[in-house]
């Protein structure tokens, strides 16, 4: 109690920055879940890949410790191929895994048993990258793509600055860059859902399929976009988890994917908002347990809290449909 007490704002903050990527990877569930009805457990890859992409660009562009107008260049070449791999990832698991059963009026178990499969053959792709494949042998590319199975670190250095002071923490640039660049994607995001002609055609198609259809909104199109949509989401999370935990891997989605679906259900599956808000609770909340009962309870923490909400509130806290915003 007294670590949580005397590092409150510390907790809070940290949590919150945390929170904002868990916020930004839901977002591609509840996006999916909205339109599809569907549990994209691919979604985790979608971000795993993501963050190797960011980690490649900067690397090939000799990135090392930096400030000023050459920091912001670096994060922008971070969060462009990140964005980029992302939903280019995104879009081609919806062409492969998903499109081929929805042409054939699959059930939703074979869709989310494709999902399970997209997942691990995503993580395993990049867990084999250099390995013989075929006549092309990877190997040699061994240094610079980093070994399959271990951590590959973030090349971009980051000197940690205090900005300014809330109560008994400083607050640094590292956490400023995460929760701004995080509070600008999500606005973007909600206003073009609510505003905006192609997210009005999410939310109708959301609502009612069939009712969209005969008003001339293409479905697989609108699919198409919320998959985009969700991989970029999930590439802007990549760079912003590189930034605050500085390393990844080819699991790395896993837990994080776990915690980013947690927290779609937290706030109500299938509402943007409350995506938003189940990220940014879950975070604090997770840091908030680590004081009180150890580190090693983190993880349980965060499921115990979406247990006790969805025993009193089943449809998470906002619980409003994305076919239901208004906009």
């Known amino acids: 109690m007294d670590l949580l007490i005397n590092h409150f704002w ?5 949590g919150l920055a945390i929170g904002a990527v868990y916020a930004l990877v839901a977002l591609g569930y509840t996006m999916v879940y909205g339109v599809l009805r569907l549990i994209n457990f691919a979604h985790s890859e979608v971000f795993m890949w993501g963050s190797f992409a960011a980690v490649w660009a900067l ?15 670096y994060l922008l070449v ?19 895994a998903y499109r081929p059963l929805r042409k054939r009026n699959s059930p939703p178990l ?11 053959a995503l993580s395993e792709l990049m867990g084999l990258r250099d390995k013989p494949l075929g006549w092309f042998n990877l190997e040699h590319l061994r240094d610079y793509l980093g070994r399959p199975r271990e951590n590959l670190p973030l090349p971009l250095q980051i000197e940690t600055k205090a900005i300014f002071p809330v ?10 860059i995460v929760l ?18 192609l997210g009005r055609g999410i939310r109708a198609v959301a609502m009612d399929p069939e009712a969209a259809a005969l008003m001339g909104i293409n479905r697989d199109r609108v699919i198409r976009l919320t998959f985009l949509i969700g991989g970029i989401m999930a590439g802007a999370a990549a760079m912003m988890y590189l930034l605050k935990i500085g390393v990844t891997r080819y699991n790395a989605g896993f837990i994080l994917g776990v915690k980013a679906f947690t927290a779609a259900v937290l706030g109500g599956i299938g509402n943007i908002r409350g995506a938003l808000l189940g990220g940014f609770v879950l975070g ?44």
């Open 59 to 73: 690397m090939a562009v000799g990135a090392g410790k930096a400030s000023g107008l050459g920091l912001a260049g």
């Open 10 to 14: 510390e907790l809070t903050i940290t």
């Open 78 to 96: 971070g969060f462009v191929a990140a964005m980029t791999v992302s939903a280019l990832i995104a879009m081609l698991l919806e062409r492969v």
């Open 167 to 176: 109560f008994n923490y400083d607050v640094t640039n590292i956490d400023l």
């Open 180 to 197: 701004l660049s995080a509070i600008v994607m999500m606005v973007i995001l909600d206003q073009f859902i609510r505003r905006s002609r």
């Open 284 to 327: 604090v909340a997770e840091n908030y347990g680590s004081a009180l009962f150890g580190s090693q309870w983190k993880d349980v923490v965060a499921f115990l809290l979406l247990v006790v909400i969805l025993l009193f509130r089943p449809t998470g806290l906002l619980g409003e449909s994305l076919g239901k915003a208004r906009a």
């Open 110 to 120: 074979i869709a989310l048993i494709s999902a399970i499969g997209a997942s691990f």
